[in-house]
């Protein structure tokens, strides 16, 4: 149970310790932490994988995701009440002593304030975590992000591609998808927690106007302090906020003295809340500089941002101290540099301290992870004092999954606020049932359902279910199977909505990424879902978000990826291996901020969309022997894109895409065999869908909206 | 020469980096320090005020007042209540770099 998340592989294996034939952090396929100018595909595909169909590996396994266990928590002594404020409070030396007084009272005041709302966050905090353990924390949540840069010169005003790199660094560690966990010692390795937190530059501001979730102020301020916290406020020579409700603000510029960064634990002033770094700890690229030059800064103060203490629980170096965490070993004072294992402190031999935690004071290159005790905390955190910023962290997802499996008929299945699935059909005449009603069919689904259809009698409804396995029902022309409301368990832990495929009649293919963050396969073969039983074939790779799939022929699958750096990747089956190879990937580049959507509008040929950090739409292609515009080039098709874009090709000559944009209307553009229309950079309004936006949760007795009339 | 006290008179944050065979290093705020998580500090005021500078749980230093006096040329007694009594022997001092070693207060 204890490495149920981690480690559905089932045989030992960390995502770290994923078979490597080249002996380097990208041959596998997908680097993490994306470098300055990504060389493209020539060194990631070249990864021999095993000869043959690799349909042997180890399968995904059903776990108990998500229990992270607990119970150790009984010891969690008091404290939290008396914290001093940290990144918010402590008056700096003042200049003029008789203006001391008055100041010093303020911050008492604030103080006492501050330490009562200390005290209601680590009460409401133990309440979430002893309370309701298996339906704590349901999905991977994204929360929104501004950097705000603040800089005296060029060099401060670092580079978005930096920005970006850092924003990598953050999904690759709350997701447990760094490349280097596999470093974590032996003893630790059953430790390692997933956050299931993702994070994302904004691409709505606060005035509800389309944003990069990058603010660049200049600045005549020479280096910030935080004892007066002022990079946090324009008056002070920083930069103001963004609803802190709303966003998780990280300042970038000097800070004084060789701090490399700090941060504001949940409960303090709003106006000053969030997280701030120096510039040359920031990101991976441009100036960071070693031996901080790994991004961890950040993974590091946004810990405590989501509510976790040093790991060491800031007693100076005695053992009296507490993180508030079950799991992680007493420990004395802080560790440095890059210690080597065992470091022995307070009675916690033979494994001594968790120095490499992300939460202890060593380089970038030391540490690798989080426990799931502090995952459990920042969760619990997530669910109280910051549940504000999940109300906006919701990406706006597809209506609802159509398929059409003949000539006028229509199949809507959707996933209704009872978390059951519901469908409504058109045979062309009107919509089924009458009236207002929906089928319902039962299940307790965690997201939406994917459908596919392989001929006119027959629907495959794939879908997610609370225990992050894959539940299955199909349609067979005259009878829902195995019933109605039933299901049919594939197993798996998922951490991605199956996507489902069928390439020829009485097959599918349905993939998933695991847990592992890994890319999973389990395909119908007409006779019996292979891999069988609850096990899936492993497709490598470490993913952001959903995968796409498309068959563009019977014996030719393409599946695409956003890796862990943002960019794209490819792999495909040429109808007898998977290609490059079995865990392989192709490089597409890019900097992707929705899932890729994916068509094939003829037997060689594939149109990839995926959105950009500027919320525009973008768009590559393959023509059946090169992709275009380059390799790693897009399309900029333009618009602001505040969810996943879809697609639809009816016919060879023809595309039809769909986004939703910061207004809540629909927005189309359209291929017609020639050119984008309206023009290349814009798309129609088809306005917004009946009923309260497309962000909304879904009700089954909602119209059905736009999108599905329209993309038929 | 300025007496210890006079000299004392700032804020001086520990450089770790260059402690020594028990001696605690301090270079004053506004030092090129190398880069770190985090760097405890120590703070003496003209008036007697002496503020701790402890790392904080969310890295910045928290502060910690208290009372400090010095003899001209000998030890200096710190008190906060956090911390206690201590002493501390001022092994150097420079208008750029303190070094001292702590003890704590007998009896």
């Given at each position: 149970?204890?490495?149920g998340?981690?480690?559905?592989?089932?045989?030992?294996?960390?995502?770290?310790?994923?078979?490597?034939p080249?002996?380097?952090p990208?041959?596998?396929?997908?680097?993490?932490?994306?470098t300055?100018?990504?060389?493209?595909?020539?060194g990631?595909?070249a990864?021999?994988?095993?000869?043959?169909?690799?349909r042997?590996?180890?399968g995904?396994?059903p776990?108990t995701?998500?229990?992270t266990?607990?119970?150790?928590m009984?010891?969690?002594?008091?404290?939290g009440?008396?914290?001093?404020?940290t990144g918010n409070?402590?008056?700096?030396?003042?200049?003029h002593?008789?203006a001391?007084?008055?100041?010093?009272?303020r911050?008492?005041?604030?103080?006492?304030?501050?330490?009562?709302a200390?005290?209601?966050?680590e009460?409401?905090t133990?309440?979430?975590?002893?309370?309701r353990?298996?339906?704590?924390?349901?999905?991977v949540?994204?929360i929104?992000?501004?950097?705000?840069?603040?800089?005296?010169?060029?060099?401060?005003?670092?580079s978005d591609?930096q920005?970006?790199?850092?924003?990598?660094?953050l999904n690759?560690?709350?997701?447990?998808?760094?490349?280097?966990?596999?470093?974590?010692?032996?003893p630790?390795?059953?430790?390692?927690?997933?956050?299931q937190?993702?994070?994302h530059?904004?691409?709505?501001?606060?005035?509800?106007?389309?944003?990069?979730?990058?603010?660049?102020t200049?600045t005549?301020v020479?280096?910030?302090?935080?004892?007066?916290?002022g990079?946090k406020?324009?008056a002070?020579?920083?930069?103001?906020?963004w609803p802190?409700?709303?966003?998780?603000?990280?300042?970038?510029?000097?800070l004084?003295?060789?701090?490399l960064g700090?941060?504001?634990?949940?409960?303090?002033?709003p106006?000053?809340?969030?997280?701030?770094?120096t510039y040359?700890?920031?990101?991976?690229?441009?100036?960071?500089?070693?031996?901080f030059?790994?991004?961890?800064?950040?993974?590091?103060?946004?810990?405590?941002?989501?509510n976790?203490?040093?790991?060491?629980g800031?007693?100076?170096?005695?053992?009296?101290?507490?993180?508030e965490?079950?799991?992680?070993p007493?420990?004395?004072g802080?560790?440095?540099?890059?210690?080597?294992?065992?470091?022995?402190?307070c009675?916690?031999a033979?494994?001594?301290?968790?120095?490499v935690?992300?939460?202890?004071?060593?380089?970038?290159?030391?540490?690798?992870?989080?426990?799931?005790?502090q995952?459990?905390?920042?969760?619990?955190?997530?669910q109280?004092a910051?549940?504000?910023l999940?109300?906006?962290?919701?990406?706006?997802?597809?209506?609802?999954?159509?398929?059409?499996?003949?000539?006028?008929?229509?199949?809507?299945?959707?996933?209704?606020?009872?978390?059951?699935?519901?469908?409504?059909?058109?045979?062309?005449?009107?919509?089924q049932?009458?009236?207002?009603?929906?089928?319902?069919?039962?299940?307790?689904?965690?997201?939406?359902p994917?459908?596919?259809?392989?001929?006119?009698?027959?629907?495959?409804?794939?879908?997610?279910?609370f225990?992050?396995?894959?539940?299955?029902k199909?349609?067979?022309?005259t009878?829902?199977?195995?019933s109605?409301?039933?299901?049919?368990?594939?197993?798996?832990?998922?951490?991605?909505e199956?996507?489902?495929?069928?390439?020829?009649?009485?097959r599918?293919?349905?993939?998933?990424?695991?847990?592992?963050?890994?890319?999973?396969?389990?395909?119908?073969?007409?006779?019996?879902?292979?891999?069988t039983?609850?096990?899936?074939?492993?497709?490598?790779?470490?993913?952001v978000g959903?995968?796409?799939?498309?068959?563009?022929?019977m014996?030719?699958?393409?599946?695409?990826?956003?890796?862990?750096?943002?960019a794209?990747?490819?792999k495909w089956?040429?109808?007898?291996?998977?290609?490059p190879?079995?865990t392989?990937?192709?490089?597409?580049?890019?900097?992707?901020t929705?899932s890729?959507?994916?068509?094939?509008?003829g037997?060689?040929r594939?149109?990839?969309?995926?959105?950009?950090?500027?919320?525009?739409?973008?768009?590559?292609?393959?023509d059946?022997?090169?992709w275009?515009?380059?390799?790693?080039?897009?399309?900029?098709?333009?618009?602001?894109?505040?969810g996943?874009?879809?697609v639809?090709?009816?016919?060879?000559d023809?595309?039809?895409?769909?986004?939703?944009?910061?207004?809540?209307?629909?927005?189309?553009?359209?291929?017609?065999?020639?050119?984008?229309?309206?023009?290349?950079?814009?798309?129609?309004s088809?306005?917004?869908p009946l009923?309260?936006?497309?962000?909304?949760?879904?009700?089954?007795?909602?119209?059905?909206?736009?999108?599905?009339?329209?993309?038929? | 020469?300025?007496?210890?006290p006079?000299?004392?008179?700032?804020?001086?944050?520990?450089?770790?980096?260059?402690?020594?065979?028990g001696?605690?290093?301090?270079?004053?705020?506004?030092h090129?320090?190398p880069?770190a998580?985090g760097?405890?500090?120590?703070?003496?005021?003209?008036?007697g005020t002496?503020?701790?500078?402890p790392?904080?749980?969310?890295?910045?230093?928290?502060?910690?007042?208290?009372?400090?006096?010095?003899?001209?040329?000998?030890?200096?007694?710190?008190?906060?209540?956090a911390?206690?009594?201590?002493?501390?022997?001022?092994?150097?001092?420079?208008?750029?770099?303190?070094?001292?070693?702590?003890?704590?207060?007998?009896g």
């Open positions: 149970m204890a490495n998340v981690m480690n559905p592989m089932g045989d030992g294996n960390l995502p770290g310790g994923r078979p490597d080249m002996g380097t990208g041959a596998v396929g997908m680097p993490v932490v994306a300055s100018g990504a060389t493209g595909p020539s990631m595909n990864a021999p994988g095993p000869s043959g169909d690799g042997t590996g180890g995904m396994r776990g995701a998500g229990t266990g607990m119970a150790g009984a010891g969690m002594a008091g404290g009440g008396g914290t001093a404020p409070g402590a008056p700096g030396p003042p200049r002593w008789c001391t007084m008055p100041v010093h009272r911050l008492l005041n604030q103080n006492q304030d501050y330490a009562r200390r005290g209601a966050i009460n409401s133990r309440l979430a975590m002893s309370g353990a298996g339906t704590r924390f349901p999905d949540v994204r929104p992000v501004v950097v705000h840069v603040v800089y005296q010169d060029d060099r401060q005003n670092i591609e920005i970006h790199s850092q924003l990598a660094v690759a560690d709350y997701r447990a998808a760094n490349s280097d966990v596999g470093a974590v010692p032996a630790f390795r059953d430790l390692v927690g997933d956050a937190i993702e994070f530059l904004a691409t709505t501001g606060p005035d509800g106007r389309p944003t990069t979730g990058i603010t660049r200049p005549s020479a280096q910030f302090s935080p004892d007066d916290d990079i406020s324009a002070t020579g920083g930069a103001d906020p802190a409700a709303r966003y998780l603000n990280l300042w970038v510029g000097q004084r003295d060789g701090l700090y941060a504001q634990f949940p409960g303090g002033p106006q000053t809340d969030g997280v701030v770094i040359t700890a920031f990101g991976t690229l441009g100036t960071a500089a070693a031996p030059n790994l991004g961890r800064t950040a993974t590091h103060e946004v810990g405590h941002y989501l976790l203490f040093h790991i060491w800031d007693d100076g170096t005695g053992c009296g101290g507490t993180d965490v079950g799991d992680t007493n420990q004395a802080p560790n440095h540099g890059k210690p080597s294992f065992p470091s022995v402190s009675d916690n033979p494994s001594g301290d968790l120095f935690n992300y939460m202890d004071y060593v380089d970038d290159a030391a540490m690798f992870m989080f426990t799931k005790g995952v459990a905390r920042m969760q619990a955190c997530l109280t910051r549940s504000s999940l109300a906006t962290a919701a990406t706006p997802q597809p209506a609802a999954p159509v398929v059409s499996r003949g000539a006028g008929r229509i199949d809507v299945v959707r996933r209704g606020a009872d978390s059951a699935l519901h469908r409504r059909w058109s045979d062309g005449t009107g919509w049932p009458s009236g207002a009603q929906w089928e319902h069919l039962g299940g307790v689904c965690l997201g939406d994917r459908v596919a259809t392989w001929g006119p009698g027959r629907l495959d409804v794939l879908v997610r279910g225990d992050r396995a894959v539940y299955h199909w349609w067979d022309g009878a829902w199977r195995p109605v409301t039933g299901y049919d368990h594939l197993g798996g832990i998922c951490a991605s199956p996507q489902v495929v069928s390439r020829a009649p009485n599918l293919d349905v993939f998933v990424v695991g847990a592992d963050s890994a890319l999973h396969h389990k395909w119908w073969d007409g006779g019996q879902w292979c891999p039983g609850p096990d899936w074939d492993h497709l490598g790779g470490i993913c959903q995968p796409a799939a498309v068959a563009a022929s014996n030719r699958l393409d599946v695409f990826v956003v890796g862990a750096d943002s794209l990747y490819h089956w040429d109808g007898t291996a998977w290609r190879s079995a392989g990937y192709d490089y597409l580049g890019g900097v992707c929705s890729p959507q994916v068509v094939a509008r037997p060689s594939l149109d990839v969309f995926v959105t950009g950090p500027d919320a525009a739409l973008y768009h590559k292609w393959w059946g022997t090169a275009w515009p380059t390799t790693t080039g897009y399309q900029r098709l333009g618009g602001v894109c505040t996943d874009p879809e639809v090709a009816c016919g060879p023809r595309l039809d895409v769909f986004v939703t944009g910061p207004d809540s209307a629909l927005h189309h553009k359209w291929w017609d065999g020639v050119r984008w229309l309206p023009s290349p950079l814009e798309y129609e088809l306005g917004v009923g309260p936006g497309p962000a909304a949760q879904p009700s089954p007795t909602q119209p059905v909206p736009a999108l599905v009339t329209t993309a038929t | 020469m300025p007496d210890t006079d000299r004392l008179s700032r804020r001086w944050l520990h450089s770790f980096e260059e402690d020594h065979e001696v605690q290093v301090y270079r004053p705020s506004g090129p320090f880069p998580r760097r405890d500090g120590i703070e003496f005021r003209p008036d002496f503020i701790d500078l790392i904080g749980r969310g890295d910045a230093n928290e502060a910690r007042p208290g009372r400090w006096h010095g003899e001209p040329q000998g030890p200096v007694h710190v008190h906060t209540e911390a206690g009594r201590r002493v501390m022997d001022v092994v150097r001092l420079e208008p750029d770099r303190l070094e001292v070693r702590w003890r704590e207060e007998a």
